[in-house]
């Protein structure tokens, strides 16, 4: 049990100064879903079940726009497809779990996690059984945590706005933080410009299936400079 928790509070550690970049942007989901009309619980649960922090900011972007429920569904999968990478990464080091652990690890497997435990997996296990899974549940778990105490923080400062105060502006306001996280490499600038243009281009498309066209033209835009820059390399 002593390995066990050791590795636990291992990952929970090495997770922790990631939360000073989660926690800005589980506020700022909290009151743009107040913006939009979204109910406090639905607002929390989301948080809880989807527990995608880029998805959701799209999310609350899209409703803002008065998006259908198919382009916002459509424009979720495309967003976490990057999650598959994630799971194949992985794979060969939980594949000897039992189920339950499996399931659990999928849901707790994002960005930040990944980054963290990934690194954990490339360092020996150390003796005796593989233990690295609760590094793992450590980190998830810690990210898990931050993400709904922020997106908490979030509704409570958004509810505390008087009604007289317009705060749509969290809403775009979500999509410029999304933008902070594309823009640092090449990769990400033109994703974020063919994405911008697309946008205009297709705006007139119904059920603002020119959101999702967007996204896809973006990322193929994102992928192909990405592939480029390797290919110099």
Request: one cysteine or more.
């Amino acid at each position: 049990m002593g390995r066990r928790v050791d590795e636990f509070l291992a990952g929970c550690r090495d997770e922790a100064p990631l939360q000073l970049g989660v926690i800005p942007f589980g506020m700022l989901y909290g009151i743009g879903a107040l913006a939009v009309g979204m109910p406090v619980w639905l607002a929390q649960l989301t948080s809880m079940l989807v527990f995608a922090g880029a998805a959701q900011l799209v999310i609350v972007q899209m409703l803002g726009a008065a998006a259908g429920a198919l382009p916002i569904g459509l424009t979720a999968v495309l967003l976490n497809l990057r999650h598959m990478l994630y799971s194949a990464s992985v794979a060969e080091h939980v594949r000897h779990l039992p189920r339950r652990w499996r399931v659990l690890l999928a849901y707790l497997l994002t960005d930040e996690a990944y980054a963290v435990a990934i690194l954990r997996y490339a360092r020996p296990a150390g003796p005796g059984p593989d233990l690295r899974h609760w590094y793992f549940l450590g980190c998830g778990l810690t990210l898990w945590g931050c993400w709904q105490l922020s997106t908490a923080l979030g509704i409570a400062f958004g509810a505390r706005i008087p009604p007289e105060w317009d705060i749509d502006f969290a809403v775009p306001l979500t999509f410029i933080a999304l933008l902070t996280l594309l823009v640092k490499e090449r990769a990400g600038q033109a994703a974020a410009l063919v994405a911008a243009l697309a946008v205009l281009a297709l705006a007139a498309l119904p059920y603002r299936l020119g959101l999702v066209l967007a996204i896809v033209l973006g990322l193929l835009a994102g992928a192909a400079v990405a592939r480029r820059g390797e290919a110099r390399r």
